[in-house]
């Protein structure tokens, strides 16, 4: 296990949170028509389990999972599917991909809820199966399915759970409006996860300066009255809000970088997916909404909204005042790692944690690029420990065996290298780029391996057949002899 | 709506190549009027020739290679190789030595291997050895330094002028005259000749430090050095590794033999050690880059450069110091990759 003390690297940003955060988190009207991509969460893509035509009611199962890594998708309003085909999707850049269309008749009937048992009165593995039908995945941006993750801690002892409340990138309030508002679902899903994965302990971690969402957890955490729950803040720094930056800054451990968390004992969530799996567990609410923060220069008035999954971007900034002015850049996600949209007729989907209408205050033009200087700047921002300089430099030249062993497939993309360079290089864009290549050597080679592998098994059999036949044919000449 | 798209991140930092090649021209002023104090106005026009011919060559080089004006003459490398370049060489030495030095720095040093970012030498050094290599002579014909005990030396511009680009001294003066040893060359030239350490630094051009005028030269080096390190434009590895082992292997051999071998002050504050620390050595593109990498890189340049200036043929040794770890800089990034997060050590 390897100890250390923080986030290498890192930027201070400033957070251009005072806009989004300045109004109450509020809910946006249900929308007339929700369109629910299959494959928004990491993994294998849901399949529809309803047919064109067909009445669904609000919370109902609409598309089942797929393989280990995969998630349900319920219906986030109650009224008719009116298609199931391919549409622009924001986390595939607009590109279609197959999605369940739902017409709203603002009814809102819901589906039976199953009869709530206390949490604590069940077995962890009931637990975990029922929280692997709430749909829930995490809500940080990454989407991975919440069950998925749960399964893979299961052997992990001691475990402690560890919830992020660390806004990963500037911009992004909803977690801090989701604390300052939801503290107690927060802690209620720390407690339901705590049972469910059998972890002893829970830190939930923000960052400094983050006071009102810190009095709340501290006064929900009090009610809960539970010995396991505590509050740990987290420097300022850009990514301290990464999962493993984060394990750095909390626990002063990192990640083996090819393993998870759970092999140093740690599990992590988003404090969003922990206040979702509450809704779930106590409630019978499946993931059907998430906290949106709306925020950029080029929106009226800024703000988080509880939005149902599949409503369009477009009337979310519609509902936060329209459009001041022709934005720049339509950014889902934060200003380093957000995906820039092409088009706002795109739904709101589970990853969905941040619009940003921006104009070019917000997100500034890059200047002309110029060759590396090798100045170094970007090694001492890289969160990973990296050199992108060298990875620049043999990512240019493609030498995959000098890529591989200064690391470039444990880049995670943060964006702190691109930002500080002086030469205005897009780094974090070449490596994605040179990445797939790597991959493919990568997997080449364990192939290669794996037919050599086949190969040795197979001449050892055959020399131990031999070998034996060998001795056979000996033992029957000596006793033939001795006869 | 549509919108334009781009890949992520959608910010950019403030920190550009030209602020960080205008930030250490701006350090090296101190530098500049230090040595203008002490050796007169000669350095101004050097410098003018160095920049001139930098850019030209600079723009030649860029259109021959088809490459664009106006960004790469607007970085600023090419003058901070010019300043470098004129700041080694005697205030006084003949117009075409800085101007084939820093024509040979930016064609040949620079560009021939890809321009901006690509070289692999130290342009201003690798002229600089050029220069030392071809016309030696011309590289020794320092004046005495404007300070007390030493003789009073004065030029005025057009003397200064006529001087560099004719070659020929004011009628009343001659160069074996004039001509000063810098207190490094003295140092070697007396010890040389079986003197004692003290008798050696008995010569008028040595002072508490070093020597005198060189001595404040290094120390407005040293400042404007510690100026880059506060506007982190330099990191603080290189020069303290570079300046540590210098000392640390004068210290030594001082102890070990007192009579034969100069202290580390001494080696701190002469000829280009401050320079070479704090503007040389931290040259990136051509320096290793890792954070060990650096501390190997620049120990090697300060024992190097104790070496030569110790036992070699010259009197200071920085340059080559360079030149040679430029070298090995591959190889030492190639051994010292640093440890990344999540893998064992």
Same mark, same amino acid.
């Given at each position: 296990?390897?100890?250390?003390?923080?986030?290498?690297?890192?930027?201070?940003?400033?957070?251009?949170?005072?806009?989004?955060?300045?109004?109450?988190?509020?809910?946006?009207?249900?929308?007339?028509?929700?369109?629910?991509?299959?494959?928004?969460?990491?993994?294998? /893509?849901?399949?529809?389990?309803?047919?064109?035509?067909?009445?669904?009611?609000?919370?109902?199962?609409?598309?089942?999972?797929?393989?280990?890594?995969?998630?349900?998708?319920?219906?986030?309003?109650?009224?008719?599917?009116?298609?199931?085909?391919?549409?622009?999707?924001?986390?595939?850049?607009?590109?279609?991909?197959?999605?369940?269309?739902?017409?709203?008749?603002?009814?809102?009937?819901?589906?039976? /809820?199953?009869?709530?048992?206390?949490?604590?009165?069940?077995? /962890?593995?009931?637990?975990?199966?029922?929280?692997?039908?709430?749909?829930?995945?995490?809500?940080?941006?990454?989407?991975?399915?919440?069950?998925?993750?749960?399964?893979?801690?299961?052997?992990?002892?001691?475990?402690?759970?560890?919830?992020?409340?660390?806004?990963?990138?500037?911009?992004?309030?909803?977690?801090?409006?989701?604390?300052?508002?939801?503290?107690?679902?927060?802690?209620?899903?720390?407690?339901?996860?705590?049972?469910?994965?059998?972890?002893?302990?829970?830190?939930?971690?923000?960052?400094?300066?983050?006071?009102?969402?810190?009095?709340?957890?501290?006064?929900?955490?009090?009610?809960?009255?539970?010995? +396991?729950?505590?509050?740990?803040?987290?420097?300022?720094?850009?990514?301290?809000?990464?999962?493993?930056?984060?394990?750095?800054?909390?626990?002063?451990?990192?990640?083996?970088?090819?393993?998870?968390?759970?092999?140093?004992?740690?599990?992590?969530?988003?404090?969003?997916?922990?206040?979702?799996?509450?809704?779930?567990?106590?409630?019978?609410?499946?993931?059907?909404?998430?906290?949106?923060?709306?925020?950029?220069?080029?929106?009226?008035? /800024?703000?988080?909204?509880?939005?149902?999954?599949?409503?369009?971007?477009?009337?979310?900034?519609?509902?936060?005042?329209?459009?001041?002015?022709?934005?720049?850049?339509?950014?889902?996600?934060?200003?380093?790692?957000?995906?820039?949209?092409?088009?706002?007729?795109?739904?709101?989907?589970?990853?969905?944690? %941040?619009?940003?209408?921006?104009?070019?205050?917000?997100?500034?033009?890059?200047?002309?690029?110029?060759? %590396?200087?090798? %100045?170094?700047?970007?090694?001492?921002?890289?969160?990973?420990?990296?050199?992108?300089?060298?990875?620049?430099?043999?990512?240019?030249?493609?030498?995959?065996?000098?890529?591989?062993?200064?690391?470039?497939?444990?880049?995670?993309?943060?964006?702190?290298?691109?930002?500080?360079?002086?030469?205005?290089?897009?780094?974090?864009?070449?490596?994605?780029?040179?990445?797939?290549?790597?991959? +493919?050597?990568?997997?080449?080679?364990?192939?290669?391996?794996?037919?050599?592998?086949?190969?040795?098994?197979?001449?050892? +059999?055959?020399? +131990?057949?031999?070998?034996?036949?060998?001795?056979?044919?000996?033992?029957?000449?000596?006793?033939?002899?001795?006869? | 709506?549509?919108?334009?798209?781009?890949?992520?991140?959608?910010?950019?930092?403030?920190?550009?190549?030209?602020?960080?090649?205008?930030?250490?021209?701006?350090?090296?002023?101190?530098?500049?009027?230090?040595?203008?104090?002490?050796?007169?106005?000669?350095?101004?026009?050097?410098?003018?020739?160095?920049?001139?011919?930098?850019?030209?060559?600079?723009?030649?080089?860029?259109?021959?290679?088809?490459?664009?004006?106006?960004?790469?003459?607007?970085?600023?490398?090419?003058?901070?190789?010019?300043?470098?370049?004129?700041?080694?060489?005697?205030?006084?030495?003949?117009?075409?030595?800085?101007?084939?030095?820093?024509?040979?720095?930016?064609?040949?040093?620079?560009?021939?291997? *890809?321009?901006? *970012?690509?070289?692999?030498?130290?342009?201003?050094?690798?002229?600089?050895?050029?220069?030392?290599?071809?016309?030696?002579?011309?590289?020794?014909?320092?004046?005495?330094?404007?300070?007390?005990? $030493?003789?009073?030396?004065?030029?005025?511009?057009?003397?200064?002028?006529?001087?560099?680009?004719?070659?020929? $001294?004011?009628?009343?003066?001659?160069?074996?005259?004039?001509?000063?040893?810098?207190?490094?060359?003295?140092?070697?030239?007396?010890?040389?000749?079986?003197?004692?350490?003290?008798?050696?630094?008995?010569?008028?051009?040595?002072?508490?430090?070093?020597?005198?005028?060189?001595?404040?030269?290094?120390?407005?080096?040293?400042?404007?050095?510690?100026?880059? $390190?506060?506007?982190?434009?330099?990191?603080?590895?290189?020069?303290?590794?570079?300046?540590?082992?210098?000392?640390?292997?004068?210290?030594?051999?001082? $102890?070990?033999?007192?009579?034969?071998?100069?202290?580390?002050?001494?080696?701190?504050?002469?000829?280009?050690?401050?320079?070479?620390?704090?503007?040389?050595?931290?040259?990136?593109?051509?320096?290793?880059?890792?954070?060990?990498?650096?501390?190997?890189?620049?120990?090697?340049?300060?024992?190097?450069?104790?070496?030569?200036?110790?036992?070699?043929?010259?009197?200071?040794?920085?340059?080559?110091?360079?030149?040679?770890?430029?070298?090995?800089?591959?190889?030492?990034?190639?051994?010292?990759?640093?440890?990344?997060?999540?893998?064992?050590?």
């Amino acid at each position: 296990m390897i100890r250390r003390s923080g986030v290498h690297g890192g930027l201070q940003l400033e957070a251009h949170n005072e806009r989004s955060t300045a109004r109450p988190l509020r809910r946006a009207n249900p929308p007339a028509q929700l369109v629910l991509p299959v494959d928004q969460h990491a993994g294998a /893509p849901a399949r529809p389990i309803v047919r064109e035509g067909e009445r669904v009611l609000h919370g109902q199962p609409i598309a089942e999972p797929t393989g280990q890594v995969s998630a349900w998708l319920h219906a986030p309003a109650s009224g008719r599917i009116i298609a199931i085909e391919p549409r622009p999707a924001p986390h595939r850049l607009g590109a279609p991909t197959l999605s369940i269309v739902i017409e709203n008749d603002q009814r809102d009937d819901r589906a039976e /809820p199953s009869p709530s048992i206390a949490f604590e009165q069940r077995s /962890p593995a009931e637990l975990l199966e029922q929280i692997a039908r709430g749909g829930v995945v995490g809500l940080g941006g990454a989407a991975f399915p919440l069950a998925a993750k749960l399964d893979s801690v299961r052997a992990a002892r001691p475990l402690t759970l560890l919830l992020n409340g660390a806004e990963c990138e500037p911009y992004i309030t909803c977690d801090e409006m989701l604390m300052r508002e939801r503290a107690e679902e927060i802690v209620l899903g720390a407690r339901i996860l705590l049972h469910a994965s059998a972890a002893s302990a829970c830190a939930i971690a923000l960052e400094a300066g983050s006071t009102l969402a810190d009095a709340a957890l501290r006064t929900a955490i009090a009610n809960a009255h539970d010995e +396991r729950l505590r509050l740990v803040t987290v420097p300022n720094i850009y990514p301290a809000g990464g999962e493993r930056q984060l394990i750095a800054a909390v626990f002063g451990l990192e990640v083996p970088y090819d393993g998870l968390p759970a092999d140093i004992g740690l599990l992590c969530h988003n404090v969003g997916t922990a206040a979702a799996v509450a809704q779930w567990i106590r409630d019978g609410q499946p993931l059907t909404s998430r906290i949106v923060t709306v925020t950029g220069d080029c929106v009226r008035e /800024p703000g988080n909204l509880d939005v149902r999954l599949g409503a369009s971007i477009r009337q979310l900034i519609e509902q936060c005042g329209g459009y001041t002015d022709r934005a720049s850049r339509l950014i889902m996600g934060g200003s380093l790692m957000g995906l820039a949209l092409p088009d706002d007729d795109l739904p709101v989907i589970k990853a969905t944690n %941040c619009i940003i209408a921006a104009s070019h205050a917000d997100l500034q033009p890059r200047d002309r690029e110029l060759p %590396c200087i090798r %100045c170094g700047a970007c090694s001492e921002a890289c969160p990973a420990m990296l050199l992108p300089q060298q990875l620049h430099w043999f990512s240019r030249l493609a030498d995959l065996q000098a890529l591989e062993a200064h690391g470039l497939m444990d880049c995670i993309e943060c964006g702190c290298c691109d930002y500080v360079c002086p030469s205005q290089i897009p780094l974090v864009e070449r490596f994605r780029e040179t990445k797939p290549l790597l991959a +493919r050597r990568r997997a080449e080679r364990a192939d290669a391996r794996a037919a050599r592998e086949r190969f040795e098994a197979r001449a050892a +059999r055959l020399e +131990r057949i031999a070998v034996e036949q060998r001795a056979a044919l000996a033992h029957k000449r000596r006793v033939r002899r001795e006869d | 709506m549509m919108f334009p798209t781009s890949a992520a991140p959608h910010v950019v930092g403030p920190n550009r190549v030209a602020r960080v090649m205008r930030l250490v021209i701006y350090a090296l002023a101190p530098t500049v009027l230090a040595h203008i104090a002490f050796f007169g106005p000669g350095l101004l026009v050097q410098i003018a020739l160095a920049v001139a011919t930098a850019l030209l060559a600079e723009a030649a080089a860029l259109k021959a290679r088809g490459k664009p004006l106006e960004p790469f003459l607007k970085d600023g490398s090419a003058v901070v190789t010019a300043l470098l370049l004129a700041l080694c060489l005697p205030p006084l030495a003949p117009w075409w030595l800085i101007v084939s030095g820093v024509a040979f720095a930016i064609l040949l040093a620079k560009h021939a291997y *890809g321009g901006l *970012g690509a070289n692999p030498f130290n342009p201003a050094m690798a002229g600089y050895a050029v220069l030392l290599v071809s016309f030696p002579a011309q590289l020794l014909q320092w004046l005495p330094p404007n300070a007390a005990g $030493l003789e009073r030396i004065e030029l005025t511009l057009p003397q200064t002028l006529s001087t560099i680009f004719t070659g020929a $001294l004011p009628a009343h003066l001659t160069w074996d005259a004039i001509t000063s040893p810098t207190p490094l060359e003295a140092l070697r030239t007396n010890l040389t000749m079986g003197m004692t350490m003290s008798e050696a630094q008995s010569s008028p051009v040595f002072a508490a430090l070093g020597g005198k005028g060189w001595q404040w030269i290094n120390l407005a080096a040293l400042a404007g050095g510690v100026w880059l $390190l506060r506007m982190r434009i330099i990191g603080w590895r290189i020069p303290v590794a570079m300046l540590g082992t210098l000392a640390a292997c004068a210290s030594i051999m001082h $102890l070990l033999d007192p009579g034969a071998y100069v202290g580390p002050l001494f080696h701190l504050t002469c000829g280009a050690s401050m320079l070479g620390a704090f503007f040389i050595a931290t040259d990136p593109v051509s320096a290793a880059t890792g954070n060990q990498g650096k501390l190997v890189y620049a120990a090697g340049i300060g024992l190097l450069t104790y070496v030569i200036r110790t036992w070699g043929g010259y009197a200071d040794g920085v340059a080559f110091a360079v030149l040679l770890m430029n070298m090995l800089a591959p190889l030492i990034d190639r051994y010292t990759i640093p440890r990344i997060y999540g893998h064992a050590d």
